[in-house]
């Protein structure tokens, strides 16, 4: 999936809301999904 970095930052944007209120599960999940999105590492998606 070939995403514009527009799209990419907006769907960032939304996971980054949905981090600041969710469970430590919840979070985690959110962490995998930026991952697979921006081709990250988790400890640089949870800095964002």
């Given amino acids: 999936m ?3 970095v ?3 930052k907006a769907a960032t944007k ?3 809301l949905e981090y600041r ?3 430590k599960t ?3 999940q959110i962490l995998d999904q ?3 999105l921006n081709s990250w590492h988790r400890s ?3 800095k964002k």
């Fill in 2 to 4: 070939v995403l514009t």
């Fill in 6 to 8: 527009t799209e990419r």
């Fill in 14 to 16: 939304k996971l980054a």
């Fill in 21 to 23: 209120r969710g469970d």
């Fill in 26 to 28: 919840r979070k985690g």
């Fill in 34 to 36: 930026i991952y697979e």
């Fill in 44 to 46: 640089h998606a949870r």
